[in-house]
C-alpha cells in the first residue's frame, strides 16, 4: 500500500507570485483534501477534491484553487502570494467524501518572502 | 462554527507518570472524534478514534457528551510518547448535494515525556 505524497518538500517564492503543490493520494483513496498549517497552529482545512470536482471549501479566498486527476491525485495552488501564506501545506486522501479518518501527507514547506 | 479548545500548548510529565491532554468542544451534533499524533519528523497520523474505542500505544480516550470533553489519557507516560498531539472533531457538511468530511483540528499540545 502507498502512502500519500507530496511534493515539492520545501519551496520559496517572493510576493505576487503563484505557486503549485502536488499530492498523490493513498492506494484505493478517491478523496483529497487540503489543509494549511502556519507556524504553531493546528492545520487548518482550505478545501476537498472528489471526482475531480472542489467537493467543500474553508474559509480560504479564491486565489487558493485546486484540480483533482482521473488517478485521484491533487494539485494546490495559490496565486499572489502573500507573506501570510508561509506555511506546511498538507495532503489528506480518504477513502470517501464523508470519510473522516483521513491519511496525511508529509506537508510542503511553504516560505514567501 | 464548531471549535476545539485544547487548553495545554505545553505539557511535561515524567516517565511512569500518568498524562491526560485535555480536549473540549463545541458541537451540535453527535461527534465522532479522533485524536491524530505527529512525531518528530513524521507525518500527522490517526492515533485514535472515539467511536472504535480501541486503546493504541496504551492511550484512550472517553467522550463526554456533557461536558463536551474528549480527554486523552494514558496511565504510565514513555519517552516515545513525546510528540504534538491534536484533538480533531469532524464535520460532516453538504455541498450542492455531496457530503464531505473536514477536521477542525485544536492548536495542539506539546506532550514532553522525561526520562
Known amino acids: 500500500e502507498t502512502g500519500v505524497t507530496q511534493s515539492p518538500t520545501h519551496l520559496i517564492k517572493t510576493r505576487g507570485q503563484q505557486v503549485t503543490l502536488r499530492c498523490s493520494s493513498q492506494s484505493g483513496h478517491n478523496t483529497v483534501s487540503w489543509y494549511q498549517q502556519a507556524l504553531g497552529q493546528g492545520p487548518q482545512f482550505i478545501f476537498q477534491?472528489?471526482?475531480?470536482?472542489?467537493?467543500g471549501r474553508g474559509n480560504f479566498p479564491p486565489r487558493f484553487s485546486g484540480l483533482q486527476f482521473p488517478n485521484y491525485s491533487s494539485e494546490l495552488n495559490v496565486n499572489a502570494l502573500e507573506l501570510d501564506d508561509s506555511a506546511l501545506y498538507l495532503c489528506a486522501s480518504s477513502p470517501s467524501p464523508g470519510n473522516n479518518e483521513q491519511f496525511f501527507g508529509p506537508g510542503t514547506r511553504l516560505t514567501v518572502l | 462554527a464548531q471549535r476545539v479548545t485544547q487548553p495545554e500548548k505545553l505539557l511535561s510529565v515524567f516517565k511512569g507518570a500518568p498524562v491526560e491532554l485535555k480536549c473540549n468542544y463545541s458541537y451540535s451534533g453527535s461527534p465522532e472524534l479522533f485524536w491524530y499524533v505527529q512525531y518528530s519528523r513524521q507525518r500527522l497520523q490517526l492515533l485514535l478514534r472515539?467511536?472504535s474505542r480501541e486503546s493504541i500505544k496504551g492511550f484512550t480516550a472517553d467522550l463526554n457528551k456533557g461536558e463536551t470533553s474528549f480527554h486523552l489519557k494514558k496511565p504510565f507516560a514513555q519517552e516515545e510518547d513525546s510528540a504534538m498531539y491534536y484533538c480533531a472533531p469532524p464535520t460532516v457538511a453538504n455541498a450542492g448535494g455531496t457530503s464531505y468530511g473536514k477536521l477542525t483540528f485544536g492548536q495542539g499540545t506539546i506532550l514532553t515525556v522525561h526520562p
Open positions: 472515539h467511536i
Open positions: 477534491y472528489y471526482r475531480e470536482e472542489e467537493n
